[in-house]
């Protein structure tokens, strides 16, 4: 195999991780735009709730002058348990968004780290070309 055909293998080599590079730059890219899209949903969701606790809550301000024969039960179930579900429920969907917050900045830094690598094949590439059109001059 000649210098130049040496040279011109390593170009190709190189053209094609640098295919590689952006076809995984293009997939994580992807992924970071979804979950992008679901946490405006999630984030939705936590909001309904917020909303769903405080109108219980109101409700809950309207019985409490309530004394009736099954106030006791009333009180434990409803009153103390609803609260809780509502507070455990909000959390589990807040643990949701840090969990889709936290895959969100791991993929765009693994965007960054591929950009980087797209940054130093490129240059290779780039002295590749130099190297052969300097041998065929």
Do not use: P
Request: with cysteine; aromatic share 8%; net charge negative.
């Amino acid at each position: 195999m000649s210098y130049i055909d040496g040279l011109r293998s390593q170009m190709y080599d190189t053209e094609r991780s640098i295919d590689n590079c952006r076809n995984k730059k293009t997939t994580v890219d992807e992924k970071v735009a979804a979950l992008k899209e679901a946490r405006k949903e999630v984030a939705g969701i936590k909001k309904d709730i917020s909303g769903q606790k405080i109108n219980v809550e109101s409700t809950f301000g309207y019985l409490d002058n309530w004394k009736g024969s099954n106030y006791d039960e009333y009180e434990e179930q409803v009153h103390d348990g609803l609260k809780e579900e509502y507070k455990q429920y909000h959390n589990g969907v807040d643990d949701v968004l840090d969990a889709i917050n936290d895959e969100i900045t791991r993929l765009k830094n693994e965007s960054y780290d591929l950009d980087d690598s797209l940054s130093w094949l490129k240059s290779k590439a780039n002295i590749l070309f130099n190297e052969i059109r300097n041998a065929v001059n």
